[in-house]
């Protein structure tokens, strides 16, 4: 049996210490697959609702609802710190030799491989279009020494 979780990241009032902290619980989670979205209001969730009551709606970009994007600012994390924070994420879950171990066994399965394959396509048109090669040595070196 594969366990696999969703994690938003970036929700109304996240601070960077709250999505370090759902980095650490999906780590510490038996998990064989995570995926980190980001956070976007849909109309008429009460979520949406209440950002649009406060004023803070008017800075969305509703062109960018593909999780992979951020749509609105946490109000604590900027949109790049918060890609990086995203970044940082995926890397530090899958980059673990436990994990990788899992996803070897799980390479036989044709479906299990395009699903990793189109991921990783998906992520790294948005990582490279919002985050810098030195932004990338910035992650990758604190990851090795945390």
Sequence with gaps: MTLQAY???GYPGETENDIRKTTELAIKLPLHLAD???FSPHPGTPVFNELKNSGRLKDIDFSSFDYQQVSI???YVGKKKLKRLQLKAYL???LRIKILFK???DFKNVKFIKSVFWKLYLLAGSFTSAIKIK???E???SILVE
């Design 135 to 137: 932004d990338i040595k």
């Design 139 to 141: 992650i990758q070196s």
């Design 36 to 38: 980190f979205s980001l």
């Design 92 to 94: 530090s879950f899958y």
């Design 73 to 75: 600012p946490s109000g």
């Design 103 to 105: 996803m070897s066994k």
């Design 7 to 9: 994690f938003i990241l």
